[in-house]
């Protein structure tokens, strides 16, 4: 598992803008993988499960709960967006989740994040928002949205 974190906090740390103060660091990824009833999956550039030691380009991260599945993160490496590797890491969520007994995805977002396409591409809704959630590290404050995702 360790060198699983590893792969995530490299893509963490080239995905996220720092202006946000969005991305994880070591003990948290590895606290909700430890405790916190957490998934993950990884992929490379061509949007398969990274083998031999190969770099991944993608991760998700995401929590389990009673029928339902949040995910908590989902970053890919700039050099290789506007691939499908999100969709395909989505993708490869829902059916995880469908098998852990999950009937709605859920995450949380801040307002403008341009991931909202993505969502709303594979079947995402907002179903509601919390103003001024979010603080970044210069101290703006950003409402969230939730959004779901029925499975049926
Ligand atoms: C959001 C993110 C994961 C998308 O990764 P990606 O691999 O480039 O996404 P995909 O190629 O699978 O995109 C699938 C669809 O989502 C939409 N989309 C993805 N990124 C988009 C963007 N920046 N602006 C507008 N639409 C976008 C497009 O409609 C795209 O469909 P298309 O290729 O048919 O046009 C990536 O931009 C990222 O890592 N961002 C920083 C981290 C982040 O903010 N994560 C979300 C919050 S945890």
């Known amino acids: 598992m360790t060198d699983d974190v590893d792969q995530i906090l490299a893509v963490m740390e080239v995905a996220f803008d720092p202006i946000y103060g969005e991305a994880w660091n070591r ?18 550039a061509q949007g398969r499960e990274p083998v031999d030691g190969e770099s991944a380009a993608g991760f998700f991260l995401s929590r389990t709960g009673y029928e339902e599945e949040e995910l908590l993160l989902i970053a890919v490496d700039p050099h290789y ?9 989505l993708e490869t ?16 977002m801040r307002r403008g994040n341009p991931a909202e396409s993505l969502y709303r591409n594979v079947g995402f809704h907002a179903i509601g928002e919390r103003r001024e959630y979010y603080r ?3 101290g703006q404050r950003l ?4 959004f779901a995702c029925d499975m049926g």
């Open 93 to 108: 969520l829902r059916i995880g989740a469908r098998s852990r007994g999950a009937k709605r995805l859920l995450l949380e």
């Open 143 to 146: 409402d969230a949205i939730t």
């Open 27 to 44: 003990r948290q990824v590895e606290d909700a993988l430890k405790f916190g009833n957490c998934h993950y999956s990884l992929v490379n």
């Open 81 to 89: 967006r506007s691939k499908g590797l999100a969709r395909s890491l």
């Open 136 to 138: 970044t590290p210069g």
